[in-house]
């Protein structure tokens, strides 16, 4: 091997030489063998070697490395890697290419953030190379779909935000719409559904059948429909919740849902939900949508115990914290304690007797009454106006 490289190295014509090194290459290729792979990546990134002769032989050296043996290649793939470090800025498309045939065989073997550690080293700031928007974007939903995959949000997160300043140029309905999705995925998982609800039911609205390459299905959007409820459901309690709820339930699509008995029981009957139809509905849900957060509670629980006291508001005038705790399945400083939160984030209107140990609860049908007067009195006038017009010989557009 030293020989063969030694005599490649004393070849004066620059052609010639380069033919002699591809064979190298070549039979190295084909030994899959670990050692002479490395002897042959630090012949080639020494001073004996012309910079522009092992730029051209790496960047065959990287097209080929797919020839390998998955284990193999991994080793020699991180070894060349790191070879080339100190001098990463004479071989930014080299690398580019090793790190991108390395990503895809993690992500072939399922090793999702592997996969997307080997991207995220691609340097999409470079200055010593053309890099278009359309690339940069591609990369960064890339490698947040593959954080995704391992439900790391936080990873994620950063990569999306990186594509939100280049989303808003972009053309490309494809990638625009896999950002869409991604974005939506890390509300869901970080527990911010009520705004993962809106980014759902938004793209399960999509209208066309074809974007670019990808074909939509119906499954697809129901799917982004189903996780829309789900989130809604999950989120908490309060006016925007019911508003969404609200939204959803006159969505016709909804009734084919199977999750739909409580979207109907949450929003239109508004009643009080037992433990049998949590427990039904806790089986669709994703392991994150279950997790135990800091007073105890799971995210379902939570979610669950304020709409239950939310449908609780608008059964009772009053209702001791003994019997709310009753009502809602926990002990009564518990069920005081959210329900204080609840009033203080104008999420519910009541008020609270600590002295009686009662939860006082607002009817808000009154002020629904007089906002329906209010827009009779504006349609009225606008009414009165149009007769006067009208009286007047003036057309009237209809």
């Known amino acids: 091997m030293e020989g063969a490289l030694a005599s490649a190295s004393a070849i004066t014509d620059q052609r010639q030489k380069i033919e002699q090194y591809k064979h190298i290459l070549s039979s190295v290729m084909a030994s899959n063998d670990v050692s002479q792979a490395k002897k042959f990546i630090d012949h080639m990134l020494s001073d004996d070697v012309p910079l522009v002769v092992s730029r051209q032989i790496l960047q065959t050296f990287a097209q080929e490395l797919g020839r390998l ?30 790190r991108e045939k390395l990503a895809e065989l993690y992500e072939s073997e399922q090793e999702w953030s592997k ?14 190379r053309v890099i278009d928007d359309t690339y940069r974007l591609s990369k960064c939903v890339q490698i947040a779909r593959l954080y995704l995959e391992d439900d790391d949000a936080v990873n994620a997160e950063a990569f999306i935000n990186k594509a939100s300043f ?76 019911s508003r969404v709820l609200a939204t959803l339930y006159k969505d016709e699509r909804c009734s084919k849902l199977k999750i739909y008995p409580i979207l109907q029981k949450q929003v239109y009957l ?38 239950n006291l939310l449908s609780a508001s608008k059964l009772y005038t009053n209702i001791s914290f003994d019997e709310l705790g009753t009502l809602l399945g926990i002990p009564p400083h518990k069920a005081e304690k959210i329900a204080s939160r609840m009033i203080y ?54």
């Open 345 to 398: 984030e104008d999420r519910m209107r009541g008020s609270i007797d600590q002295v009686q140990a009662v939860i006082h609860f607002e009817d808000d049908t009154e002020e629904l009454q007089q906002w329906d007067q209010q827009i009779v009195g504006v349609c009225q006038a606008l009414n009165d106006i149009l007769d006067g017009m009208a009286k007047r010989g003036f057309s009237i557009p209809v």
């Open 115 to 128: 996969a997307a550690q080997m991207l995220s080293g691609i340097d999409l700031d470079s200055g010593m």
């Open 166 to 241: 280049l989303v808003s140029n972009s053309q490309h309905e494809v990638l625009n719409l896999q950002y869409k999705v991604c974005y939506a995925r890390i509300l869901d998982l970080k527990r911010k559904f009520l705004e993962a609800a809106l980014r759902y039911y938004d793209i399960s609205q999509i209208e066309k059948r074809q974007i670019g390459d990808e074909e939509i299905d119906e499954a697809a959007l129901e799917q982004a429909l189903a996780a829309a409820v789900t989130c809604t459901i999950l989120a908490a309690a309060g006016p925007q919740r």
């Open 69 to 98: 043996e998955p284990e193999v290649q991994k080793e020699i793939a991180h070894y060349s890697l790191n070879q080339i470090q100190p001098r990463v800025v004479s071989f930014e498309e080299q690398v580019l290419i090793i």
């Open 270 to 307: 508004e009643r009080i939900l037992r433990k049998p139809e949590i427990d039904a509905f806790a089986e669709e849900l994703k392991p994150h949508q279950k997790a135990l957060l800091p007073d105890n509670f799971t995210v379902l629980d939570r979610a669950m115990i304020e709409h």
